[in-house]
């Protein structure tokens, strides 16, 4: 981009101040300075600008370290077009305005998961929320299972999952969803432990993935349907770089079909770009083959160790095109 465009942009004192950052008790400084600079494509200068308009931040050391959270969303909303994260996700969210047979069709990707146990007490069975896809006509094949271990184990597939076009009929469901859309939430980047707290997600003005389907799945329930938000994975995310964290809304609907409904991808297309509206009318019901779902529920960890640790496993996913 030219520079005088990137200059014309607002000051970082102003993009700070729209955005909401990460709240202390969720958290996690892990970012120096200098991976700040690098992905916010700025100088120091700028980042003495946005701690002093309030981004919070740790030093030790003698070093500055910042939550990765708020520096994707400070990216986001920067509207310079050379940051990472505004890189990223345009690059991710370029087969949103494209047209839709490819979403609909069989995909096959080769699905890794790595599973670690930081407070590991030894070697023991590990347990994983894996790919659900059968039940909405894909298959899993050459499946490596996660074998009894210590510290850190993968899981190996090659999964086939497909699309359908199956919106929402009923008249409630569609009004529910849009009423939330139309609601004003900003997404974010949130840590998903932080996203499972969804009343304070919401409070804030902000929503993501886990949080959105989490509360649309509680207004479905209160409107007589049987719903339930599922976590899964958004595929082929730039080589596994950025694991987007997913989840959506499974509800049945007036027709009797279980539906999924996409709150977030909807909404975050909408933001992206301005010819999404297909893709954005098929996450509300329909499947796409840009996700794989899984067996968690939605505020449920994918995996943990049985060694007795009492934290959840951390799990990172590579997801990619097999053919």
Same mark, same amino acid.
């Given at each position: 981009m030219?520079?005088?465009q990137?200059?014309?942009c607002?000051?970082?004192?102003k993009?700070a101040?729209?955005?909401?950052?990460?709240?202390?008790?969720?958290?996690?400084?892990?970012?120096?300075?200098?991976?700040a600079?690098?992905?916010?494509?700025?100088?120091a200068a700028? #980042?003495?600008?946005l #701690?002093?308009a309030g981004l919070?931040?740790?030093?030790?050391?003698?070093?500055?370290?910042?939550d =990765?959270n708020?520096l994707?969303?400070?990216g986001?909303?920067?509207?310079r077009?050379?940051?990472?994260p505004?890189l990223?996700?345009r690059?991710?969210?370029?087969? *949103?305005?494209?047209?839709l047979?490819?979403? +609909?069709?069989?995909?096959?990707?080769?699905?890794?998961?790595? $599973?670690e146990c930081?407070e590991c007490?030894?070697?023991?069975p590990?347990? +994983?929320e894996?790919p659900?896809?059968?039940?909405y006509?894909?298959?899993?094949?050459?499946?490596?299972?996660l074998?009894?271990?210590e510290?850190s184990?993968?899981y190996?597939?090659?999964?086939?999952?497909?699309?359908?076009r199956? =919106?929402l009929v009923?008249?409630?469901?569609?009004? +529910?969803?849009?009423?939330?859309?139309?609601?004003?939430y900003?997404?974010?980047?949130?840590p998903?432990p932080?996203?499972a707290d969804? =009343?304070?997600?919401?409070?804030?003005g902000?929503?993501?993935?886990?949080? *959105?389907?989490? +509360? $649309?799945?509680?207004?479905f329930?209160?409107?007589?349907y049987?719903a339930?938000?599922k976590?899964?994975?958004?595929t082929?995310?730039?080589?596994?770089a950025?694991?987007?964290?997913?989840a959506?809304v499974?509800?049945?609907?007036?027709?009797g $079909?279980?539906?999924t409904v996409?709150i977030?991808?909807?909404?975050?297309?909408?933001?992206?770009?301005?010819?999404?509206?297909?893709?954005?009318?098929?996450?509300?019901?329909?499947?796409?083959?840009?996700v794989i =779902?899984?067996?968690?529920?939605g505020? *449920?960890?994918f995996?943990r160790h049985?060694?007795?640790?009492?934290?959840?496993?951390?799990?990172?996913?590579?997801?990619?095109?097999?053919?």
């Open positions: 030219p520079q005088q990137v200059s014309a607002q000051p970082w004192e993009v101040e729209a955005i909401t950052f990460v709240p202390d008790q969720y958290s996690h400084k892990t970012q120096p300075e200098s991976v600079r690098e992905m916010l494509h700025c100088d700028d #980042v003495d600008r #701690v002093d919070p931040h740790e030093d030790r050391d003698g070093v500055r370290y910042f =990765p708020d994707y969303n400070l986001m909303y920067s509207q077009s050379n940051t990472q505004e990223a996700f690059m991710l969210f370029r087969f *949103a305005g494209r047209p047979d490819d979403l +609909l069709r069989p995909k096959t990707w080769s699905f890794r998961v790595r $599973l930081h007490a030894g070697v023991a590990w347990r +994983l894996g659900d896809v059968v039940r006509g894909g298959h899993l094949e050459e499946i490596t299972p074998a009894p271990s510290g184990a993968e190996v597939a090659t999964v086939t999952n497909t699309g359908a199956t =919106p009923s008249p409630t469901l569609r009004t +529910l969803t849009r009423d939330y859309l139309n609601a004003g900003r997404w974010h980047m949130i998903v932080m996203q969804y =009343p304070l997600v919401h409070e804030l902000v929503t993501s993935c886990i949080a *959105a389907s989490l +509360l $649309l799945a509680e207004r329930r209160a409107a007589g049987r339930e938000a976590r899964g994975w958004f082929g995310v730039l080589g596994g950025l694991d987007l964290p997913h959506c499974e509800v049945t609907d007036d027709d $079909l279980t539906k996409d977030a991808k909807a909404q975050l297309a909408a933001r992206l770009s301005a010819d999404t509206e297909q893709f954005q009318e098929l996450c509300l019901g329909s499947l796409y083959n840009k =779902p899984s067996t968690a529920s505020n *449920a960890s995996g049985e060694c007795g640790s009492p934290q959840p496993a951390l799990v990172r996913a590579d997801i990619r095109s097999a053919r």
